[in-house]
């Protein structure tokens, strides 16, 4: 899967604004490391997010070990039912996350891919749901806890 140096283009969203709404059923791309969610990816040495091939869902042994190695959500993605109005992200009618995301990368110059990254959420995902392929493009690059790198 190829990638090429270029400004990080918004791509035309296959979904988007008609669909966009509290929509049931969706997944959080970003969730925490916690009872209930599933693994979706993992940060690899170039910085990106990884995406399994299937999400795995975790249990309390998967947690201990993976907080003893610090923040998991500092290497790792989990996915979980999106909670709408129970998550603080959530600004009335969709989530916030994705749309700060877009908007701060709409004049980076980063690698980007060709085509989508394959994942395993994609049917129910709340941020392609939003934002459609622009999201894709930008999900790798999102660490959930990104405060390792704030504090550098
Ligand atoms: S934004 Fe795209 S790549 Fe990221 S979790 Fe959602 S569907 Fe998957």
Redesign the pocket.
């Given at each position: 899967m190829g990638q090429a140096d270029r400004r990080f283009l918004m791509a035309s969203p296959e979904k988007g604004a008609a669909e966009t709404g509290t929509g049931a059923n969706r997944t959080c791309?970003s969730a925490r490391c916690e009872p209930g969610a599933a693994l979706?990816g993992v940060k690899g040495s170039d910085g990106r997010i990884a995406?399994l091939r299937t999400a795995m869902p975790i249990d309390a042994a998967f947690i201990d070990a993976a907080r003893d190695a610090g923040p998991p959500e500092q290497r790792m993605r989990f996915a979980s039912p999106c909670a709408t109005t129970g998550c603080s992200q959530w600004t009335g009618e969709r989530c916030g996350v994705i749309d700060r995301v877009l908007d701060h990368l709409k004049d980076a110059t980063v690698a980007q891919r060709e085509t989508l990254?394959a994942?395993p959420?994609?049917g129910t995902?709340r941020?392609?749901d939003q934002s459609g392929a622009s999201?894709?493009y930008a999900?790798e690059l999102v660490v959930t806890d990104n405060s390792a790198m704030a504090a550098e």
């Amino acid at each position: 899967m190829g990638q090429a140096d270029r400004r990080f283009l918004m791509a035309s969203p296959e979904k988007g604004a008609a669909e966009t709404g509290t929509g049931a059923n969706r997944t959080c791309p970003s969730a925490r490391c916690e009872p209930g969610a599933a693994l979706l990816g993992v940060k690899g040495s170039d910085g990106r997010i990884a995406n399994l091939r299937t999400a795995m869902p975790i249990d309390a042994a998967f947690i201990d070990a993976a907080r003893d190695a610090g923040p998991p959500e500092q290497r790792m993605r989990f996915a979980s039912p999106c909670a709408t109005t129970g998550c603080s992200q959530w600004t009335g009618e969709r989530c916030g996350v994705i749309d700060r995301v877009l908007d701060h990368l709409k004049d980076a110059t980063v690698a980007q891919r060709e085509t989508l990254p394959a994942c395993p959420i994609r049917g129910t995902c709340r941020w392609y749901d939003q934002s459609g392929a622009s999201a894709c493009y930008a999900c790798e690059l999102v660490v959930t806890d990104n405060s390792a790198m704030a504090a550098e």
